[in-house]
T-cell receptor
């Protein structure tokens, strides 16, 4: 299967600071990546679709100015949580699919963000 | 948009028993239905998937059934083992919005006791 690597796996930051999370497809090119948020014991909620070379598409209720997404290359998408607050603490996870018609989503290992 | 409901939220079985998890979806345009297994603190892993042109698919101890008319699909695990303990998520997507854009169910925590 394909490999998607996410970094960092854990991060603790102070309120008001920004945190960048990277999602890389290691052995394939991904024109589209997806960012999810998962609260403890809850489901994965899609936050946004990251499109290589163009603006991300955000789901309803997700603040695009707070969750900045950049997809500058075919193997890297970044999610920056700006001005983080304790309520932003969560498990953030990305996914990518091989090829435009691929179906299986390969997930990164996730990033546990704790804002103190 | 699509809405996926999943039941039960928790399921406890004895080793060797069967486990069944059910999902319903709302968008009749959905035509791809994967199931993911997620162990604590780890990434979801695809265990089986089914497309709408098929009613059933089986892979060893795991099977998925799909009823398009009723808009529901189910995961069946036979001869459960303790290592099957995890959270299972169903999902749905369609060609119009992109197969890759998954809407997940709420998850089922499966506990298999030895």
């Amino acid at each position: 299967g394909a490999v998607v690597s996410q970094h960092p796996s854990r991060v603790i930051c102070k309120s008001g600071t920004s945190v960048k999370i990277e999602c890389r497809s290691l052995d394939f090119q991904a024109t589209t990546m997806f960012w999810y948020r998962q609260f403890p014991k809850q489901s994965l909620m899609l936050m946004a679709t990251s499109n290589e070379g163009s603006k991300a598409t955000y789901e309803q209720g997700v603040e695009k100015d707070k969750f900045l997404i950049n997809h500058a290359s075919l193997t890297l998408s970044t999610l920056t949580v700006t001005s983080a607050h304790p309520e932003d603490s969560s498990f953030y996870i990305c996914s990518a699919t091989k090829g435009r018609s691929g179906t299986e989503a390969f997930f990164g290992q996730g990033t546990r963000l704790t804002v103190v | 948009g699509e809405n996926v409901e999943q039941h039960p939220s928790t399921l406890s079985v004895q080793e060797g028993d069967s486990a069944v998890i059910k999902c319903t979806y709302s968008d009749s345009a959905s035509n791809y239905f994967p199931w993911y297994k997620q162990e604590l603190g780890k990434r979801p892993q695809l265990i089986i998937d089914i497309r709408s042109n098929v009613g059933e698919k089986k892979d060893q101890r795991i099977a998925v059934t799909l009823n398009k008319t009723a808009k529901h699909f189910s995961l069946h695990i036979t001869e459960t083992q303790p290592e099957d303990s995890a959270v299972y998520f169903c999902a749905a997507s369609n060609k119009n919005t992109g197969f890759q854009k998954l809407v997940f169910g709420t998850g089922t925590r499966l506990l298999v006791s030895p």
